[in-house]
């Protein structure tokens, strides 16, 4: 499965930003697609996670309320919708996927097999 992260950009704080996470070749029916980002001198970060079959979702704590991730079944994206940005979330924003996840394993980047380039998210002060 290919992987590509699509949305990112420049905004201020407080704007918001909508990303996209697609997949080439096949669908997303039978994986879980998560969001990971990383920041220079950061270790990399769980932001996200959707289960596609029951749409079970897992987010990290700074995130919850601000950000939403969900599903397109017409374009078979992951989108991750963030909302009351801070400078704080500035991060290269990867998407990954993997089958079979449990639900404790979703926040776990070694649970993911398939990794996208990722897109920048800058929010300036």
């Known amino acids: 499965v290919q992987l590509q992260a699509y949305g990112g950009g420049l905004v201020q704080s407080g704007d918001s930003l909508r990303l996209s996470c697609v997949a080439s070749?096949?669908?997303?029916?039978?994986?879980?697609v998560a969001w990971f980002r990383q920041s220079p001198g950061k270790e990399r970060e769980f932001v996200a996670a959707?289960?596609?079959?029951?749409?079970?979702?897992s987010y990290a704590g700074s995130v919850k309320g601000r950000f939403t991730i969900s599903r397109d079944n017409l374009k078979n994206t992951v989108d991750l919708q963030m909302n009351s940005l801070k400078p704080e979330d500035t991060a290269v924003y990867s998407c990954?996927?993997?089958?079979?996840?449990?639900?404790?394993?979703?926040?776990?980047?070694?649970?993911?097999?398939?990794w996208g380039l990722g897109t920048q998210v800058t929010v300036s002060s």
């Open positions: 990954a996927a993997s089958q079979g996840v449990i639900v404790s394993s979703m926040s776990t980047h070694t649970t993911y097999h398939y």
């Open positions: 070749g096949r669908t997303f029916r039978s994986y879980t």
């Open positions: 959707i289960r596609w079959r029951d749409s079970i979702t």
